[in-house]
């Protein structure tokens, strides 16, 4: 369980974030949902310890009771854009937090190979990021995430740069992708249908000053998610994010 | 596109000016001496062709070792400024202030202070060349994509790590454009700084060519000079391709 406690985010004297408090189990998909501008990404950037300078946060993060200093191997952040290093091959780029976790060259490499397949880059390894599509760019971002030992996810929106037929079959791929290797994930996203579509809960934020609103869970089973079934939850939101 | 196709268009304008130069030679009587044609330096240029090898090897020699030291120096100096933006802050107003000391006057000076050898010639160059390629290695740097360097640092990487990997390999491309431009004044500040006063060199040539009212041969000291510096360029460009197919295939875009 990773807990967030009187998270407060400041930008100079103006409070971006304000008490913000989650709890989120591993194994869990959590999605943070939000006008633009209310700190989403923001949290996750501190979460990831990567708060950009000129923002200021008070607050405490603990897992499973103990305080925990960030980054921190067992938080894996995934930007907003792939940032597939366009110097490193795929397979490098895939074997990058290995690396810099202490693994040679060479165990990144190994321990990435297997996974090439089941995220559809077969044949790609020793390609550049140049060379993909938008879709294998951001598979590839993704196996870079998930190959790295961790035991939470952050997300940044990581469909937003994907046309709409490509993102919803990579929702439906990413979600299968980490039912395989349950753990904790916290994704930013401004998309109302996306956030349906692949959340255990989602949580709301209003405007700025960001702080949760409605914490929703979502019951129903993926595969039986249809239009229908999830109208009202989408209403909801719809109103709550529609409110100020 | 092929070789060919990239330098025809070039190759064609030169063609053009050379042949009015020389159509304009021939019949408007200029005196040689004032003008020589195109076909006047090249007789001159194969006249003289083994003296002026043994001075364009001077210039090579001085000008290749200044660049090399003056890249390296350049490169460790990018490093210290930007994991100290104290010393960067202290230093960088000196630097600047530095390229405005015109060289009529410092060439003069080296030569007072170190004699009529190596040095002072390298020192010259390593001042001219220096301050292009340490702003663009700064000015790569502060390039480099902030996701990029936000994923390495998420994913537990020191600063130096960071730059090594993230921040470095960002700044290549106008690492390169640094070196050609130092590159172009560094045959520039050679001739320069043998003008001031040297044994051998393609400025001393000059020299001694324009104080015997030689037109053709100063010329023929000019085709030269710039005959070293495409060499130069051609080098830099050779090592651009050589040593890294990874920076060609993938164009550098901040996605």
């Known amino acids: ?214 914490d929703i869970p979502l019951t129903t089973p993926r595969a039986a998610r249809s239009e229908a079934a999830l109208a009202e939850t989408r209403m909801t939101l719809k109103s709550l994010l529609l409110e100020d | 596109m092929s070789l060919v196709h990239r330098i025809a268009p070039a190759l064609f304008c030169a063609a053009l000016l050379l042949l009015g130069w020389e159509v304009y030679c021939t019949r408007a009587g200029v005196s040689p001496l004032v003008l020589p044609p195109p076909s006047g330096v090249l007789r001159a240029l194969q006249v003289e062709r083994a003296e002026i090898l043994r001075h364009a090897q001077s210039t090579l020699t001085v000008a290749a070792l200044g660049f090399i030291l003056s890249v390296s120096f350049a490169f460790l100096t990018s490093v210290a400024l930007y994991f100290t933006p104290l010393l960067r802050r202290g230093l960088m107003p000196l630097l600047v202030a530095s390229q405005t000391v015109p060289l009529v006057a410092l060439a003069p000076l080296m030569i007072l202070w170190f004699g009529f050898g190596l040095l002072p010639k390298v020192l010259l160059v390593i001042l001219v060349t220096f301050f292009p390629i340490l702003v663009s290695l700064l000015s790569g740097y502060r390039a480099a994509p902030r996701p990029f360097t936000e994923l390495l640092t998420a994913m537990g990487a020191g600063r130096l790590s960071v730059f090594r990997r993230g921040i470095l390999p960002a700044a290549r491309p106008s690492f390169f454009a640094g070196l050609r431009i130092s590159a172009t004044y560094a045959i520039v500040a050679t001739i320069f700084a043998e003008y001031a006063g040297a044994r051998s060199g393609i400025g001393i040539y000059i020299l001694t060519a324009k104080n015997t009212f030689r037109a053709d041969l100063v010329l023929a000291g000019v085709v030269v000079s710039a005959c070293l510096t495409l060499m130069l360029l051609g080098t830099l460009a050779g090592i651009d391709r050589l040593t890294a197919r990874r920076f060609r295939e993938a164009p550098h875009a901040a996605h």
């Open chain 1, 1 to 214: 369980m990773l807990r967030i406690e009187g998270l407060t985010i400041t930008a100079g004297t103006a409070p971006l974030v304000e008490g913000l408090g989650v709890d989120l189990p591993e194994g869990q998909l959590c999605c943070l949902i939000g006008p633009s501008g209310c700190g989403k990404t923001s949290v996750i950037k501190w979460l990831a310890g990567i708060l950009p300078p000129g923002l200021g946060a008070q607050g405490r993060v603990t897992r499973d009771g103990a305080p925990m200093a960030r980054p921190d191997p067992a938080l894996a952040y995934q930007p907003q854009a792939d940032a597939l290093f366009p110097w490193l091959t795929v397979a490098e780029n895939a074997g990058l937090g290995l690396e810099i976790a202490g693994r040679s060259r060479r165990a990144a490499r190994a321990a990435v190979a297997p996974l090439f397949a089941p995220f559809g880059l077969a044949g790609t390894e020793d390609l550049f990021p140049g060379q993909l599509s938008g879709g294998m760019r951001q598979r590839a971002a993704f196996l870079r995430t998930i190959v790295q030992d961790s035991r939470y996810v952050l997300l940044d929106e990581p469909f937003s740069a994907l046309d709409a037929v490509t993102r919803l079959r990579m929702q439906d791929w990413l979600c299968a992708r980490l039912a395989e290797t349950p753990r904790g994930v916290l994704m930013v996203t401004h998309d109302l249908h996306e956030s349906t579509q692949m959340a255990d809960r989602i949580l709301v934020m209003s405007a700025r000053p960001g702080r949760i609103v409605a």
